[in-house]
């Protein structure tokens, strides 16, 4: 059972989700995937296992809901090579679990983070759109 005060912080948090833009929820988006690609990469380094497992887990679940966002009618080709990066990404992070890659995720990280910029330049440039700084 929860106590109080972390039923507290986790309704402050889905709060603060749900006052952000779409645009902002994307940056947020890419900001846990490329946490958890890091956390992924560290446990990689230190030969554990479950933090390897875990990163990777959760940043595949980040890109598919990324990926299951996309418009692919009103997205045209954007959406459409967003989705095979997407697609991409996620067959690279399969390739570092299953093969021990280092270098899979190396590039899904760097991918996450230009994705991630673009994504921050769009969201800042569209007024109310950039995500909210917390206290």
Same mark, same amino acid.
Not at 52 to 70: D, F, I, K, P, Y
């Given at each position: 059972?929860?106590?109080?005060? $972390?039923?507290?912080?986790?309704? &402050?948090?889905?709060?603060? =989700?749900?006052?952000? #833009? ?6 947020? /988006? &890419? ?5 958890? @690609?890091? *956390?992924?990469?560290?446990? $990689? ?6 933090? *390897?497992?875990?990163? /990777? #887990? ?25 989705? $095979?990066?997407?697609? &991409?990404?996620?067959? *690279?992070? =399969? ?9 899979? /995720?190396?590039? @899904? &990280?760097?991918?996450?983070?230009? /994705? *991630? ?19």
């Amino acid at each position: 059972m929860l106590s109080t005060a $972390a039923r507290a912080a986790a309704s &402050y948090q889905r709060t603060a =989700v749900e006052c952000e #833009s779409p645009l902002a929820l994307v940056v947020m /988006l &890419y900001d846990g995937a490329i946490a958890q @690609v890091t *956390r992924a990469r560290e446990g $990689a380094a230190k030969n554990d296992l479950k933090t *390897r497992r875990e990163g /990777l #887990s959760r940043a595949m679940a980040m890109v598919n809901q990324l990926q299951s966002t996309l418009d692919m009618t009103a997205g045209g080709e954007m959406a459409t090579s967003l989705d $095979a990066l997407y697609t &991409y990404m996620v067959s *690279r992070m =399969v390739d570092a679990n299953i093969k021990k890659d280092s270098k899979a /995720l190396d590039e @899904v &990280y760097r991918l996450l983070c230009t /994705l *991630r910029e673009g994504w921050q330049q769009v969201a800042n440039s569209q007024p109310g759109a950039a995500p909210r700084t917390q206290p």
